[in-house]
């Protein structure tokens, strides 16, 4: 069996925007949008905060389902509400994915993590996991944000010149958030992107 996380276009190191079906404990599905950092062909890393539905199914189960998807209403229902069980196949995949991958957790710990504005940072729980199976309904690349805030970043740069310090400043804010972002999950072209699009505003005169 052909399982690379690089064939949905997963490198090693990068955190990428998925959707996580798990059995709940009275046998129903459960979906909820979670990032999934790869850590190799095979294997993944997730933090999943304490209380959420997903992480007591996982530590219950040891297995889930990562799906990969770019549909905004699959993200928003999953949040907003409960994603019909009719969306979802016998062996928990979302039915319309691109993309899904089996995985099995195999070691749990407690979080512990300073780079993000989360304050608890002692109730979350990080799982390495084994994909143990891939299947790829067409053809797709993982979810990444990276490429969203490196657009913004460089719309905000073009209307720099044309709008007053107020709005100058939350650019600035926009910008510093966005290139932190970008630099944790971002893949190497965003963060290169990002990167010059600061010297760029260096250069402007903005302290960065
Ligand atoms: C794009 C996206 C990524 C997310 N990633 C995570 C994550 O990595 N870990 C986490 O604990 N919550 C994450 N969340 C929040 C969970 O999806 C949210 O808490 C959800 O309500 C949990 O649902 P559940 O109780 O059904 O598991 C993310 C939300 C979004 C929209």
């Not at 079906?21 to 095979?42: H, M, Q, R, S, Y």
């Not at 910008?175 to 600061?198: L, S």
Request: charged share 30%.
């Amino acid at each position: 069996m052909d399982i690379r996380l690089s064939t949905i276009g997963m490198e090693k190191g990068r955190q990428y925007e998925t959707i996580i079906t798990t059995k709940n404990e009275d046998g129903t599905k459960n979906a909820a949008p979670i990032g999934v950092l790869c850590a190799g062909e095979t294997k993944i890393i997730n933090r999943i905060f304490k209380g959420s539905h997903t992480l007591d199914n996982i530590v219950r189960e040891k297995e889930f389902i990562v799906n990969i998807t770019h549909d905004p209403e699959l993200f928003k229902t999953s949040i907003l509400g409960n994603l019909p069980q009719s969306h979802f196949n016998d062996n928990m995949s979302i039915k319309c994915a691109d993309a899904y991958f089996k995985c099995e957790a195999i070691s749990f710990t407690e979080a512990v993590k300073q780079s993000d504005p989360i304050k608890k940072k002692d109730e979350a729980i990080v799982f390495k996991s084994e994909v143990t199976d891939l299947v790829i309904n067409k053809p797709t690349q993982a979810m990444n944000r990276g490429f969203g805030y490196v657009i913004e970043s460089l719309t905000n740069l073009t209307r720099f010149d044309l709008v007053d310090d107020a709005k100058k400043e939350e650019y600035m804010t926009h910008f510093k958030e966005a290139y932190r972002v970008v630099k944790k999950v971002g893949r190497k072209e965003d963060i290169k992107a990002m990167r010059e699009i600061k010297k760029e505003l260096m250069k402007r005169g903005f302290d960065l």
